[in-house]
């Protein structure tokens, strides 16, 4: 069964600080997502990784995929109060099936 | 370009009765996804529909179903509902099955009384 285990599950940074949350699945899926959740809202798609060594970054926010050992990254650069948020990654089981498996999400607060 | 539309936004309802939720996919989207999440099970999958098919079902009782019509606008219907079925439900559409991006519509709050 395919399982996805992100750390650390809560974060509190200061401003301008560094950190990276990581996402652990256990299948030779290939495929990896990372969305945003504000409280009380829906999903935010951020990343879709699709394949080994993908890298992107938009803005604060850099993800990152090795299929081999079956890790993606979250990177956080110099973080800001905008990006308080719980972060989810999710795999996506093989077969051309939709159903994504989510982690438990980190939710990161980022103090001034 | 509109979004993934979810109806009702909030519920209340009483255990014992039923309850259906509606979502509207992105135009042009085929495949729509729903998940339940909840403070302690966090998000699980419920089923997926392609093309009126479903393709795909979560580990759920048989309480939980749901269809889609050939617009692709999908309903999901909770029966004899029970205090644990309190959550946010949400669904997901996307293009087509496979690796495609999700899209997550704003979700629906039902609280059991």
Partial sequence: ELKVEQNPLFLSMQEGKNYTIYCNYSTTSDRLYWYRQDPGKSLESLFVLLSNGAVKQEGRLMASLDTKARLSTLHITAAVHDLSATYFCADKTQGGSEKLVFGKGTKLTVNP | ?113
């Fill in chain 2, 1 to 113: 370009k509109a979004g993934v539309t979810q109806t009702p936004r909030y519920l209340i309802k009483t255990r014992g009765q039923q309850v259906t939720l509606s979502c509207s996919p992105i135009s042009g989207h085929r495949s729509v996804s729903w998940y339940q999440q909840t403070p302690g099970q966090g998000l699980q999958f419920l089923f997926e529909y392609f093309s009126e098919t479903q393709r795909n079902k979560g580990n759920f009782p048989g309480r939980f179903s749901g269809r889609q019509f050939s617009n692709s606008r999908s309903e999901m219907n909770v029966s004899t509902l029970e205090l644990g079925d309190s959550a946010l439900y949400l669904c997901a559409s996307s293009l087509r099955t496979g690796d495609t991006e999700a899209f997550f519509g704003q979700g629906t709050r039902l609280t059991v009384v």
